[in-house]
Each structure stands twice: as C-alpha cells, then as structure tokens.
Nanobody
C-alpha cells in the first residue's frame, strides 16, 4: 500500500523557518516526480516545488529564494525547507508523487497524495 506521510508543520512567527518531511513507502519512487503543494482556506491548491525524477528541481516563483526541495536518490524521504516564512505562506502543505508527468506543476497529474500538514505563520 502506497503511503505518503507529511510531518514538520506547525505554528511559527513571520521570518522563522520550518522543514517539512514527506515519507514515502509502498513502492519504488526513484522514477517518480515528488511535489509539494499547498492550499489555503478558500483558495485553490497551489504548486510549491517539485523534485523531478531526473533530479531537477522546480520551485514556484512565489517561494523562490526562500523554499528549497530536496530528497534522497530513492525519494523515500522528500524535504521542503522553508525559510523567511510569511503570513501568506499559511496553508495545508501536501506532498504528492507522480509518474511520467508532462506538467509537474499541475496537481491533476499526480498519482498519490499525503494527508497534508498545517503550516501557520503569524505576523
């Protein structure tokens, strides 16, 4: 059974840092693209970053320079390092895994999703 389990969320002050983790199990993910998405109340799910199967990383413009995605070669654990957090970063952050994605920024292409972890940033 495939499982993606996020951890590391919490409540912080603006300017603080958090590191989210996504533990993947149940199959081999080395050829998968692993993505992080977020969804704030009343808003659509938003792409944050992804680690493509070939090691390339893509980061959304809204978090570029502040967030970094990384993972081990097998992608059993994928991290999202979030620095200089802002109140507008408040959302539920979810990790996802997808195979053969033509458009890795689109959530619709991902095959597996975690339950999400809440990140709240206060000013």
């Amino acid at each position: 059974q495939v499982q993606l389990v996020e951890s590391g969320g919490g409540s912080v002050q603006a300017g603080d840092s958090l590191r989210l983790s996504c533990a993947a199990s149940g199959r081999t993910f080395s050829s998968y693209t692993m993505g992080w998405f977020r969804q704030a109340p009343g808003k659509e799910r938003e792409f944050v970053a992804c680690l493509v199967w070939n090691g390339v990383t893509i980061v959304a413009d809204s978090v570029k320079g502040r967030f970094t995605i990384s993972g081990d070669n097998a992608k059993t654990t994928v991290y999202l390092q979030m620095n200089s957090l802002k109140p507008e970063d408040t959302a539920v952050y979810s990790c996802a895994a997808g195979y053969g994605l033509a458009y890795p920024k689109r959530p619709s292409g991902y095959d597996y999703w975690g339950q999400g972890t809440q990140v709240t940033v206060s000013s």
